[in-house]
Nanobody, 117 residues
Framework: QVQLLESGGGLMQAGGSLRLSCAVS????????MGWYRQAPGKQRDLLAS???????NYAESAKGRFTISKDNAKNTVYLQMNSLKHEDTAVYYC???????????WGQGTQVTISS
């Protein structure tokens, strides 16, 4: 079993920055990719960025240039640095990891990010 604990959300003014953290614990040996998603009210949950065990990254168009995903292997933590935040970035942000051995996906509880315009 894998547990995810997200932190770092909150209220921020437009133009500001936030860094989200996701601490991963449990049986992590099979985890091969980690990512951040977000879901705005009334909309579907969309992938923002992902990072593999080897460090390869992938970004959605909406995240390119403003968001950066990274990880600290020693802390088993994945981060999402968000800069130049906009009102439309307001959403619940979710951490996700994928175990490629047992083909199972795990989700965090979500952290609310609210950007005031």
């Amino acid at each position: 079993q894998v547990q995810l604990l997200e932190s770092g959300g909150g209220l921020m003014q437009a133009g500001g920055s936030l860094r989200l953290s996701c601490a991963v614990s449990g049986n992590i040996r099979g985890i091969n990719s980690m990512g951040w998603y977000r879901q705005a009210p009334g909309k579907q949950r969309d992938l923002l960025a992902s990072i593999t065990r080897s460090g390869s990254t992938n970004y959605a168009e909406s995240a390119k240039g403003r968001f950066t995903i990274s990880k600290d292997n020693a802390k088993n933590t994945v981060y999402l640095q968000m800069n130049s935040l906009k009102h439309e970035d307001t959403a619940v942000y979710y951490c996700n990891v994928f175990d490629s051995v047992i083909f199972r996906s795990y989700w965090g509880q979500g952290t609310q990010v609210t950007i005031s315009s």
